[in-house]
């Protein structure tokens, strides 16, 4: 399979990438990152950019920097780093395990982060790890700066609020409190690891307290990931018994988005299991 003709540009830095896609108009200018997701879809005719931009070169994208409360990860940072880098792993354990469960090896060495969240395949493992971390995404266009959360930046399958004058630079995560736990568990697709269902968990826990500061991301289910708010009412302020879990597990479906879903019922008993399933596993992290 062949891609539709396209002129090739290797920016080499964030203003000469800027300058690209304002453009003149007349070019539909896309990003080029790990091209896991776009190279694909360019061989399928899905997408046919006259201009292929890649932003490998671009500094401003790079890097992993700890700052003041805040943990800065360029957008062009693959699956890989987040998997091997000690800030990543001692500050934001769930994203390093989040991360490590995506595909297979030769997808985490190209795959990033940035690419992740703007292609937003609505069974994306990453959404997860973001949402139930409270990250923002960091976007730069002709106007400057602006900052979102996963929330309002995913509109749709496959589609955000980013302008196509605009890249995301970067997410920043909060560091959390010394007290916080997480976990990640999904059901992998058998042939290519994407989620079927994938549910994060953070709060601060210990076996016997009630639980506080929980937060519960679904993704796979539905057409975005969310961030399961009934379900962590249900939990929250609550000590851990298999009825709670059970019950969380009930409204987690209640607030899901299956509209759209062809096998409902499948859907629906996998959701319930797996948030079950993900909050033994999260006490067990804690017991
Ligand atoms: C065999 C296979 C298995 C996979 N399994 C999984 C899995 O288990 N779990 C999972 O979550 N994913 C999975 N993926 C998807 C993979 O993780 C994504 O393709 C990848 O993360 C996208 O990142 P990329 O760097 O390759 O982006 P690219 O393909 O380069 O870009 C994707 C899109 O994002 C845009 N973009 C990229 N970076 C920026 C930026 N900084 N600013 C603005 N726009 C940008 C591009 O223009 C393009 O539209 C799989 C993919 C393959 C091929």
């Known amino acids: 399979m062949r891609t539709a003709p396209f002129e090739y540009h290797r920016a080499q830095d964030l203003d000469d990438a800027l300058e690209w896609l304002a453009g003149d108009g007349d070019r539909d200018v896309k990003i080029l990152a790990g091209g896991h997701s776009l190279l694909p879809l360019m061989k399928l005719?899905?997408?046919?950019?006259?201009?292929?931009?890649?932003?490998?070169?671009?500094?401003?994208?790079?890097?992993?920097?700890?700052e003041s409360g805040w943990v800065r990860i360029g957008a062009l940072t693959?699956?890989?780093?987040?998997?091997?880098?000690?800030?990543?792993?001692?500050?934001?354990?769930?994203?390093?395990?989040?991360?490590?469960?995506?595909?297979?090896?030769?997808?985490?060495?190209?795959?990033?982060?940035?690419?992740?969240?703007?292609?937003?395949?609505?069974?994306?493992?990453?959404?997860?790890?973001?949402?139930?971390?409270?990250?923002?995404?960091?976007?730069?266009?002709?106007?400057?700066?602006?900052?979102?959360?996963?929330?309002?930046?995913?509109?749709?399958?496959?589609?955000?609020?980013?302008?196509?004058?605009?890249?995301?630079?970067?997410?920043?995560?909060?560091?959390?409190?010394?007290?916080?736990?997480?976990?990640?568990?999904?059901?992998?697709?058998?042939?290519?690891?994407?989620?079927v269902v994938g549910v994060a968990i953070t709060g601060d826990a210990s076996p016997h307290e009630p639980l506080s500061n929980v937060r519960v991301a679904v993704t796979g289910i539905g057409p975005k990931a969310y961030r399961a708010e009934k379900t962590e009412g249900t939990l929250k302020g609550q000590v851990p018994t298999p009825e709670l879990f059970r019950a969380a597990a009930d409204v987690a479906?209640?607030?899901?988005?299956?509209?759209?879903?062809?096998?409902?019922?499948?859907?629906?008993?996998?959701?319930?299991?797996?948030?079950?399933?993900?909050?033994y596993q999260f006490y067990g992290g804690v017991a």
Do not use: W
Not at 145 to 153: A, I, K, M, T, W
Not at 253 to 272: F, H, K, V
């Open 253 to 279: 479906i209640t607030e899901a988005n299956m509209s759209d879903e062809p096998d409902l019922s499948y859907r629906e008993q996998l959701t319930r299991v797996y948030v079950e399933r993900a909050l």
């Open 45 to 66: 005719k899905l997408a046919t950019p006259t201009v292929l931009l890649d932003v490998q070169d671009v500094p401003e994208l790079r890097g992993i920097l700890l």
């Open 78 to 195: 693959r699956y890989v780093d987040l998997t091997r880098d000690a800030t990543v792993g001692d500050s934001l354990p769930l994203l390093s395990q989040v991360a490590a469960t995506v595909a297979d090896i030769q997808v985490r060495n190209r795959g990033t982060i940035g690419g992740s969240l703007c292609h937003a395949d609505p069974a994306a493992d990453i959404p997860a790890a973001v949402l139930a971390l409270d990250a923002r995404l960091v976007l730069v266009g002709p106007r400057g700066e602006r900052r979102v959360n996963l929330d309002e930046f995913t509109v749709a399958p496959f589609l955000t609020v980013l302008e196509p004058t605009e890249i995301l630079t970067a997410i920043e995560f909060p560091i959390p409190l010394q007290s916080q736990q997480s976990t990640y568990l999904k059901r992998p697709h058998p042939a290519s690891g994407y989620p």
